[in-house]
């Protein structure tokens, strides 16, 4: 019997990988990656040279079922997405689910994630929190919000750089301008950013200076 192993990658610094993580890719049988064009550039610069292939979100409910059979014969298998921890607002959900209900052992390996330097620098209280992720387009945005309006613990959200104006706007309606909220965008690049304040002072920063790359947002619980 196989195992999975999940693996993390870095969220930007490629200093970030740890020894353990390359190890690792270097001894499985096969890459499971969510974008094989993107973990070409990590693999290429750790001197990896195992084979890949394409595990995302778009094919992964029709590849599990092989994947399980192949680690049922023998084949050790890790799965990275395009940055952070597989399966944390990425795919590997489902093959983790469908590994661990046929016995096949699972190792995650502790690494990159993007929400927890967002979280432990906001200076908002991080004893108690939530990880909503990002937030449904259309359907069920409204349902959510008057959910998370009456959230008394920390809320961590995922937000995309065209969409944080518009996610902003939104918090002033459901959380008031006066809420405390933390925007950590581009973490351990070289332009990282992290803007703290009141919803509207917040807004007025990203008005004036749109924003780029990946953005994390810390939202402090109703008092």
């Known amino acids: ?47 990896i040279g195992t084979h890949m292939q394409s595990h995302h979100m778009h094919n992964e409910h029709k590849t599990v079922e092989g994947l399980v059979k192949r680690m049922q014969a023998g084949e ?18 489902l093959l983790t689910r469908a590994c661990v209900e046929n016995n096949i052992e699972v190792d995650c390996l502790p690494g990159a994630t993007a929400f927890v330097p967002a979280l432990v620098n906001s200076g908002l209280p991080n004893d108690k929190f939530i990880f909503e992720g990002f937030l449904p387009d259309k359907k069920g945005r409204q349902t959510r919000y008057l959910i998370l309006a009456e959230e008394t613990r920390t809320m961590i959200l995922y937000v995309s750089p065209h969409k944080l104006m518009k996610t902003l706007q939104e918090f002033k309606e459901y959380f008031g301008v006066d809420r405390q909220i933390s925007v950590s965008r581009e973490l351990s690049k070289l332009h990282e950013e992290t803007v703290r304040g009141t919803v509207e002072k ?20 109703k008092k």
């Open 1 to 47: 019997m196989g195992k999975l192993y999940i693996v993390p990658t870095p969220i930007g610094n490629l200093d970030d990988m740890t020894f353990r993580a390359i190890k690792v890719l270097k001894e499985v049988d096969v890459i499971l990656a969510e974008d094989t064009r993107n973990s070409s550039k990590l693999l290429k610069h750790f001197d």
């Open 76 to 93: 050790n298998l890790a799965l990275i997405s395009d940055a952070g921890t597989p399966a944390i607002s990425d795919p590997g959900f």
């Open 202 to 221: 917040v807004a007025q920063h990203f008005e004036a200076k749109p924003p780029k790359g990946e953005i994390v947002v810390i939202v402090a619980g």
